[in-house]
């Protein structure tokens, strides 16, 4: 194949509980009702997506003692919507976040297998850790596990899953397994015989050098996110150069990192979408929310359109609980000071700044090429799309912007196979005996 017809492989995400959607417009629906996610399944497939791709948490996260306002409603168990979205689709992959931290091997691997089954080998699995004893109150470990045995339990984990995938031989019949490790310890016969995809494809979200390692040992997909094609295409080379000494291929890990995007009919009226939609989705009180989260502190005395506060973050604040505070706290403050200085922005337009995701703003056309610019530079493999609306904020880049890949020649025009693993050319796991 070319160089210029790379192909680009492309997810959905659902949105939901985060500060991406925007819950005010009047198009937003339900995040509970099994239609919403219906709708953006079906959407997805027939834009001929790769997969469908649900998030999820474990605890209601908190602010300042009080439950985070996006939080207030929560969601229905991954695994089960998607078994149900499995009824109404037919080759759209189905992925779910499941944790490592607070679940087991076992019951996991046949949850996921039997996804795998009953859509015809279409089952993905979002590995995801904690290490905050918030979460894990509700959990009989209560939070145990320090944060520097999430990745290795992580790894445990999902290397037991597939040695439980891989005790049934190909001519369905189960063969006893027994694992022996720092995290667990179990013997038996796997319940559930081998998938269509032998294993559920893996995804890892992270881009913390100890995230992008476990990637490269363990994960079929690397969700992330960069916010320029020279981030993009730095990230992409070193986690691509990791997989060598893992026995890997460049082809065996797909790199896609999360973004959204704004249509318009010009670029003008995408760039007034654009920054309305920030508007929306940054108000003055989650302007200041979001500065808390990364201070550590009570902000609620400052104006939300005044300069950031000069006092310095707490490193170690638990003021926010249920979510992870990304970086050192100290570094991200002095980024944003100087991001504020350089450009004259208050604490709002800081964080509206600061925050935006890689975003694709302009025509069909131009949204097109950008997209097709990042994939034939090997600053990504493709995307996972993360609309502003639910559940219908895919509908126009369906219609209008996959027609246009379609004739550059970079993205499908009819499913080639059954599988997601088909979708993603990714090899089918050989028994490991």
Not at 5 to 27: C, E, M, S, Y
Not at 144 to 156: G, K
Not at 357 to 385: C, H, K, N, W, Y
Request: charged letters at 25%.
């Amino acid at each position: 194949m070319s160089r210029q017809h790379k192909q680009i492989h492309l997810a959905a995400h659902f949105p939901g509980v985060n500060n991406t959607t925007v819950w005010t417009d009047p198009r937003s629906r339900s995040q509970i009702d099994f239609s919403s996610f219906e709708h953006l399944a079906r959407t997805a497939e027939r834009g001929l997506f790769d997969f469908f791709f649900l998030a999820e948490g474990l605890r209601l996260r908190e602010h300042n003692g009080r439950i985070h306002d996006l939080d207030v409603v929560g969601r229905p168990e991954s695994i089960t919507v998607l078994n149900a979205l499995a009824a109404v689709t037919e080759r759209l992959g189905l992925a779910a976040t499941v944790n490592a931290t607070f679940n087991e091997p076992y019951e996991l691997a046949r949850r996921l297998a039997s996804l795998d089954h009953l859509s015809g080998g279409r089952a993905a699995w979002n590995v995801v850790t904690s290490s905050d004893a918030f979460t894990g109150e509700n959990f009989r470990r209560g939070g145990f596990l320090d944060r520097a045995d999430r990745y290795t339990r992580a790894a445990e984990f999902v290397a037991t899953a597939r040695e439980l995938w891989d005790s049934w031989t190909p001519d369905g019949t189960p063969r006893p397994f027994a694992h022996t490790g720092g995290h667990f310890t179990i013997e038996g016969e796997f319940g559930v015989e081998r998938s269509p995809q032998g294993h559920p494809v893996v995804i890892q979200a992270g881009d913390s050098d100890e995230g992008r390692e476990f990637a490269a040992s363990a994960a079929d997909i690397i969700f992330t996110r960069h916010g320029s094609l020279e981030a993009g295409r730095a990230f992409y080379a070193d986690v691509k150069r990791r997989l060598a000494r893992y026995g890997r291929t460049p082809e065996e890990l797909k790199i896609m990192p999360g973004v959204t995007l704004v249509l318009g009919d010009t670029a003008a009226d995408a760039q007034e979408k654009a920054a309305e939609i920030r508007l929306q989705q940054v108000s003055p009180q989650t302007a200041l929310l979001t500065l808390e989260q990364i201070w550590g502190v009570d902000l609620s005395g400052y104006d939300p359109d005044g300069p950031l506060p000069d006092i310095d973050p707490d490193p170690d604040s638990q003021l926010t609980q249920g979510r992870v505070r990304h970086g050192d706290p100290l570094a991200v403050a002095a980024k944003w000071r100087a991001l504020s200085e350089e450009k004259g922005l208050s604490i709002r337009q800081t964080v509206i700044e600061a925050n935006g995701r890689q975003s694709f703003i302009g025509t069909p056309e131009a949204v097109a090429a950008q997209m097709t610019e990042f994939v034939a530079a090997d600053a990504a493999d493709g995307f996972i799309l993360v609309p502003h609306l639910t559940p219908g904020g895919l509908d126009d880049f369906v219609d209008r912007v996959v027609p246009l890949l379609q004739e550059r020649g970079v993205f499908r025009t009819a499913y080639s196979g059954t599988t997601l693993r088909d979708h993603l050319g990714l090899p089918y796991p050989g028994e490991r005996g």
